[in-house]
């Protein structure tokens, strides 16, 4: 089992920053995969950006540039740096988690509301 608990939300003017972070606990020796989603209001879920066990990431096309992920193995966190931000970057951000065991299984985090300003 993994619990993952998100921080670092807030409130932040366009172009600021905002660093998230994800702490991951429990079966955390297990997970190859975490990420970040964000759901804005009236919005479907999208991916942001996800980072394997050995340090790969991706992103989605409209935060390249302005958003990195990291992941610091020794505190089972995962980060999500923010920079430039705009305010359609508004949205509750989740962590995720994606682990085998027997199969694959994905945890998710409770969320940390992000807002921009104009």
């Known amino acids: 089992q993994v619990q993952l608990v998100e921080s670092g939300g807030g409130l932040v003017q366009a172009g600021g920053s905002l660093r998230l972070s994800c702490a991951a606990s429990g079966s955390t020796f297990s997970i190859n995969y975490m990420g970040w989603h964000r759901q804005a209001p009236g919005k479907q879920r999208e991916l942001v950006a996800t980072?394997?066990?050995?340090?790969?990431?991706n992103y989605a096309d409209s935060v390249k540039g302005r958003i990195t992920i990291s992941r610091d193995n020794a505190k089972n966190t995962v980060y999500l740096q923010m920079n430039s931000l705009k305010p359609e970057d508004t949205a509750v951000y989740y962590c995720?988690?994606?682990?085998?065991?027997?199969?694959?299984?994905?945890?998710w985090g409770q969320g940390t509301q992000v807002t921009v300003s104009s």
């Open positions: 995720h988690a994606r682990r085998y065991g027997s199969s694959w299984y994905d945890y």
């Open positions: 980072i394997n066990s050995i340090g790969s990431s």
